[in-house]
């Protein structure tokens, strides 16, 4: 079935440090990706759809210049995490969808990112 | 806002059916009815979606009121690996974004 890669699966860094998170497609084109956050016990929160060779679509009150999203070809999206602090720590998760509009989405496994 | 919702937990016996159900009372005619389920530091899993009639995979069985303002997931068979958060979504299509609710727990009881 449909596969999303999720990378790395878990990062540990010091505050200050810019991380980027990948999110592959790995069996069909996405020209649309999504990025979520889960903070622990909660559900996920939509950040920003990812939108193939355009900018991406940031979901209010989400700071776009904090995070930065890339989605230079059909099947990855890039989610950089610019200068994190340690609120920035949380489950970041990815996902795709075909381009069938009857396709579900599909979801990476997630990137636990904790700052130092 | 999430256009779903749906009861915070369940417990269910094991080899029981489990039945999770979901109100959607203002999904619009051309929206589907998605359900993922998340074990605890994963991603969300596809389990099954449907826009009027009813559908049956190897997973579970989804049934779509008439009126389509509510659905409910059927687990046949719970098992103790069925203990997840499940999501009920309501969306355009696997294109468009995803508003989560708050799901439901269900937790499968030996």
């Known amino acids: 079935g449909a596969v999303v890669s999720q990378h790395p699966s878990r990062v540990i860094c010091k505050s200050g440090t810019s991380v980027k998170i990948e999110c592959r497609s790995l069996?069909?084109?996405?020209?649309?990706m999504f990025w979520y956050r889960q903070f622990p016990k909660q559900s996920l929160m939509l950040m920003a759809t990812s939108n193939e060779g355009s900018k991406a679509t940031y979901e209010q009150g989400v700071e776009k210049d904090k995070f930065l999203i890339n989605h230079a070809s059909l099947t990855l999206s890039t989610l950089t995490v610019t200068s994190a602090h340690p609120e920035d720590s949380s489950f970041y998760i990815c996902s795709a969808g075909g381009d069938r509009r009857n396709q579900p989405q599909h979801f990476g496994d997630g990137t636990r990112l904790s700052i130092l | 806002d999430a256009k779903t919702t749906q009861p915070p937990s369940m417990d269910c016996a094991e080899g029981r059916a489990a039945n999770l159900p979901c109100n959607h009372s203002t999904i619009s005619g051309n929206e589907y009815v998605y359900w993922y389920r998340q074990i605890h530091s994963q991603g969300p899993q596809y389990i099954i979606h449907?826009?009027?009639n009813n559908e049956t995979n190897e997973m579970a069985s989804l049934i779509i009121t008439e009126d389509r303002k509510s659905s409910t997931l059927i687990l046949p068979h719970a098992t103790l690996r069925d203990t997840a958060v499940y999501y009920c979504?309501?969306?355009?299509?696997?294109?468009?974004?995803?508003?989560f609710g708050t799901g439901t727990r269900l937790k499968v009881l030996a």
């Open positions: 069996d069909f084109q996405a020209t649309t």
């Open positions: 449907g826009l009027k």
């Open positions: 979504i309501v969306a355009l299509s696997g294109t468009y974004k995803y508003i």
